[in-house]
């Protein structure tokens, strides 16, 4: 098939290797001038740790980015021990989770993507678009082509869902920050910490670095100017004491951060709209408190590419719509929890042993919907 993806994310590139690998004509438009994502780092679990292995980039994953055991240690507001909470990898053999720099985990996409014979165009946009039956016509710039298949995934914001399903985003009524940090030694776990109405994760992604996430409601959605974000992330954590106290007092202006109002995409299915998809965050965008956006993305990618190998065009359709069907429990199950974990956010006690069987029973679903 001749397929567009549109949008170079996570999901635009893990798609693009996915269908080029099974031998499609694959052409990725992006918007940006490059190949660019905001944000410090990543956290992949295990179910996005398969997907990748799917697109045989695990082990470059692995070499670039830190692994870890999946010993999660609770911390209260004044950086003492509260307890561990264990993540058991979906897999036997692979960690239970990895940190990673986000451009790393692009570039190693894209260049996956490229390997297999998939075309990149950067600084261009859709300009028109003309769907039938069973083709889409559509104009990049000056040229004019059939294609196939369109895979949307322009993310959260994406025009083309409002505009063909009618479906906006909203703002989740939570504010993250991202800061980058030198890693100490001491630091080899993923860490969370809570404070009332605020949690703050240490996430270490390479030998040498690692990021932290901190997170609390904003009602009030407020335009935060770049020029305040260090200041405002530091006096927004401030209620921390010991070691995560002095990490936040220690950003300043030449740390790297990162400021997100997160908005969500609530859409039912189908996920298509004739032989156009949407994918990732276009489809599903999520809250991030149980890190699993980028990992349903390369899922979405993985699934897409399985589900309509082999399917000539007149079933096109219904192909997408069976891909939607099948990803959609899970998307919306992480869409329900993250939003209620970080509701959860307000009482600062954390229960260990209710949070074990949680995410307990949360990966044997997913384990159930890799199946
Ligand atoms: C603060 C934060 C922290 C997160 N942490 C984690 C985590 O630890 N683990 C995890 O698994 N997930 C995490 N996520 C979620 C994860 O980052 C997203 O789910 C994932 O990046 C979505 O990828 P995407 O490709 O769908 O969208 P995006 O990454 O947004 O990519 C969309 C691309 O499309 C391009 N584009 C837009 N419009 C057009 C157009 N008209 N034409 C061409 N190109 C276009 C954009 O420029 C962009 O490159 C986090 C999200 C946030 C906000």
Known sequence: ????????????????????????SVTVIERQKELFTSGAGILLYSNALVALD??????????????????????????SHVGYVNYTPIVEGYPAYVGIARNVLLKTLHDSATSHGASFFFGTDLS?????????????????????????????????RQTLLGVASKFSGFGLWHSLHDRPSHVVEKITAS??????????????????????????????????????????????????????????????IHYT??????????????????????????????????????????????????????????????FATKRFPITNLVQNKSFAIGKSYNNPEVNIERTQIELDSFYSTVQQSLA
């Open 54 to 79: 799917r697109l045989g980039v695990l082990s470059h994953v692995l070499e670039r980015g830190f692994p870890m055991q999946g010993r999660t240690e609770f911390l209260d507001q004044n950086s």
């Open 128 to 160: 028109h678009m003309f769907l039938d039956s069973e083709t889409a016509l559509c104009a990049v710039e000056e040229m004019t082509e059939t294609y196939d298949l369109v895979v949307s995934a322009e993310g959260v914001n994406s025009r083309l």
């Open 1 to 24: 098939m001749k397929i567009l993806v549109q949008g170079a994310g996570l999901a635009g590139c893990a798609v693009a290797s996915a269908l080029a690998q099974r031998g499609h």
């Open 261 to 322: 109002a997160v908005n969500e995409v609530h859409m039912s299915t189908p996920w298509n709209y004739g032989q156009l998809v949407f994918i990732g965050d276009a489809a599903h965008a999520t809250t991030p408190f149980m890190a699993q956006g980028g990992a349903q993305a390369l899922t979405d990618a993985v699934c897409l590419a399985d589900t309509i190998h082999g399917v000539d065009g007149k079933e096109l359709s219904v192909a997408l719509e069976a």
């Open 195 to 256: 404070a009332p109405g605020v949690r703050l994760g240490v996430i270490p992604i390479s030998d040498q670095k690692m990021y932290v996430w901190a997170s609390r409601e904003e009602p009030e959605n407020p335009w935060i100017q770049r020029s305040l974000w260090h200041e405002q992330m530091r006096s927004r954590f401030s209620a921390f004491g010991g070691w995560i106290g002095d990490l936040v007092a220690s950003i300043d202006e030449k740390t790297y």
